[in-house]
């Protein structure tokens, strides 16, 4: 048999084929081989770092878990213990409380007695009080009646106790018209008073503090005239007239404030009055007597 000669041989055939290497397909297949486990390994490693990473978290919220579950159990473990105190606590609070309820009572029950009593004596006091009103609205009426009596009194001598300008131009104090008037103006205080009955007589007659001598007197016209004898110095009075304030001052008394003179009454030869002085005057020393004028 013959063989065409256009027809390759099998040796040829091989040879032909695999005289051009590694076909391409299979590189393309290597490749891609070697791409899906690289990616398959970066896969693999991606996963087991989110794993490990998911796996601290896990733990670490473990262990906030555990803290709080400690912390829990802490608190849980003090509010067991505060209930307890309180449990005790409460049940002492009711018997004290029961206690005070007692005591209450019996303050109460006290409180009561107490009012009633307290009441009694009120009304005990209210009756004394009307009786002893009723006598005191009694004597405050009698001592109205006295008062009146006292202030009529007082108005009738006001009316008899008057001022008057002296003999020296000087606005006098109250003037005593007789023995009574003068007797009130003691009483009141006001200044010193020296009641004297004045005769006619050669030797001077000391009158408080001073020394007075009686010169003449003229009776129907309520006249006189007298010579004060003070501060080592005769001082004549001359003519003056029954109610009026003679004065004249004396050394250590006030300039403003003079001693005065007042005659009750003028008799054929003496005088019924009396001398006033200053409350703050000192004593004057009053001369030696000296013989009157004949």
Do not use: C
């Amino acid at each position: 048999m013959s063989i065409s000669p256009n027809v390759p041989s099998p040796q040829e055939t091989y040879h032909y084929e695999g005289g051009g290497g590694t076909p391409r397909w299979i590189t393309i297949l290597f490749a891609v081989v070697i791409a899906g486990v690289g990616a398959m390994a970066y896969a693999g490693y991606s996963a087991q770092t989110r794993l490990q990473q998911e796996v601290t978290k896990a733990q670490d919220q473990n262990k906030i878990l555990t803290a709080q579950l400690d912390a829990a159990n802490t608190r849980l473990a003090d509010l067991k213990g505060r209930m307890d105190v309180t449990s005790q606590k409460i049940g002492m609070t009711q018997a004290e409380l029961a206690e005070a309820r007692s005591r209450a009572e019996s303050i109460r029950k006290q409180q009561t007695a107490s009012d009633a009593k307290l009441s009694e004596e009120i009304a005990q006091a209210q009756k004394e009080s009307a009786a002893q009103i009723g006598a005191v609205a009694t004597d405050v009426t009698g001592a109205k009646k006295d008062i009146e009596a006292t202030r009529t009194d007082l108005e009738a001598t006001k009316s008899k106790l008057d001022r008057a300008a002296g003999d020296m131009g000087v606005m006098s104090g109250l003037i005593a018209h007789n023995h009574d008037d003068l007797e009130e103006l003691k009483r009141r205080g006001d200044r010193n008073y020296y009641e004297f009955t004045l005769q006619k007589a050669k030797t001077p007659q000391r009158v408080g503090p001073v020394q007075m001598s009686l010169a003449k007197t003229d009776s129907k016209k309520s006249k006189y005239t007298i010579t004060v004898l003070v501060d080592d110095k005769a001082i004549e009075k001359k003519d003056k007239t029954a109610g009026e304030p003679v004065q004249f001052y004396v050394k250590g008394s006030a300039r403003t404030t003079p001693y005065e003179i007042v005659v009750f009454d003028v008799g054929k030869n003496q005088l019924t009055g009396y001398l006033s002085t200053p409350k703050d005057a000192s004593t004057a020393a009053a001369p030696a007597a000296a013989p009157a004028k004949p």
